[in-house]
Each structure stands twice: as C-alpha cells, then as structure tokens.
C-alpha cells in the first residue's frame, strides 16, 4: 500500500497546489455541486470515492446522496490527516491511505467518483505520459473499477470543456447535462466554463 508525503507550495481549505500546479480549488465546487444534485436520484447505498483533495466532493456526496457506506482512498498523508477529521463529522464515511491501485478492495460499490491528481515522484505514480501511455493506464484503470462496481453500479469522473467526451473501455457512455460553470482554476492556471455531467455504466456481456 504506497502513500506519498508531499511538500505543497500553498495548501489551505481554498487552495492546493503542488510543483506548480493546480491539484484542487475552490472554484470547482459549484460544478460539483451540479454533479451530484443531478445525479442524487441514482441513491446509492455505497460509494466509492479515489481522491480526497479540499473534501469538496466528498462533502457533497454526503449532502445530496446520503450513502450508508462511504469510502475514500487518499494517497498524500497530509490530505489524509484533513480526510480523517472529515471522517469524525460524518460516521458512514470510512479513510483509506494508500494508491487505490494498489491496495486490496474487496467491497463492490453503486457509485463510483474518480477524481485523483496525478503526482509524478520519483516514477512512482502518473504523471507527464504520453498519449498512448494514458490510453493504456485509462483502460487498465476502466478494468479495476468495473470489478468494483455492483450489478447496476455507476461510475462518475469530471469531465472539463466542451469536447468530447472519451469512450471507456467496457463501459456505455452517459451525457446527462452540459452546462456552463463560474470559471474553473485548471492544474495549468488557465480557466474552464465549460463542463459536463456524465457517467458510464459497465457493459455486460
């Protein structure tokens, strides 16, 4: 189970940057609050959620989902420590720290968010991958988390901009809603307000 401890140029409840770039802002939580108010309906009982960052989704999930089990994997320790007192407000929610890809998952979920950063440090993790190299990490990622989602189980990831949305292997492609968003503080200091809501269900055979 590989976990990082990692030395942030800014880290606070609004911010998080790390060598330079954008890992999470403030300025995404009202995409995500339209993430998860139009897709409350799906009311599932256990979620799985890969990626802590500033808690913005999962405090979300809490308020409009409401699921009975809540896990949350976090790599970075010190993201970890602010999702443990995230944990002492909210009892169905469960820490996790450690890579989710390296880690032994033996619970199957009904709704799956992956919204991780990829750190690159010391080749240990993602980060600067070429085309094909993401394609590849994208469908052995596809393949993990389809085996963790149950029978109607959904999975969930942001999708910034206004172009297309890719394909995942294994899985059918839903666009529920576009829309138009305050900007968005991207990882490379630009700004997004586009976006969309959109989930993928796995393909059986």
């Known amino acids: 189970m590989t976990s990082i401890k990692l030395e942030f140029d800014e880290k606070n409840a609004d911010i998080l940057i790390w060598n330079g770039k954008v890992v999470m802002s403030r300025t995404e939580e009202p995409y995500f609050k339209a993430i998860f108010s139009r897709l409350k309906y ?13 808690g913005i ?7 409009y989902m409401a699921p009975r089990l809540h896990d949350i994997y976090e ?27 390296r880690c032994s998952i033996t619970q199957q979920y009904d709704f ?17 991958l ?19 989602l149950s029978e109607r189980g959904v999975l969930c990831h942001p999708h910034f901009g206004d172009g297309e949305v890719p394909d995942l292997p294994g ?3 839903t666009i529920v809603e576009r829309l ?6 991207m990882a ?17 055979d």
């Open 75 to 101: 790599i970075e320790r010190s993201i970890y420590i602010d999702l443990e007192r995230f944990v002492g407000e909210h009892p169905s929610v469960r820490p996790h720290l450690g890579d989710w890809k």
């Open 171 to 173: 899985f059918t492609t």
């Open 130 to 148: 070429s085309h094909e190299e993401w394609s590849t990490v994208r469908a052995e990622n596809a393949e993990r988390m389809k085996a963790l």
């Open 180 to 185: 138009k968003v305050s900007p968005i503080r």
């Open 42 to 54: 799906l009311k599932p009982n256990s979620v799985l959620e890969i990626g802590f960052g500033l």
């Open 188 to 204: 490379d200091e630009t700004y997004c307000e586009d976006a969309a809501v959109i989930f993928h269900q796995p393909i059986t």
């Open 112 to 128: 799956i968010f992956f919204d991780p950063f990829h750190y690159s440090v010391e080749g240990e993790l993602d980060g600067d």
């Open 57 to 63: 989704s999962a405090g979300l999930i809490q308020k």
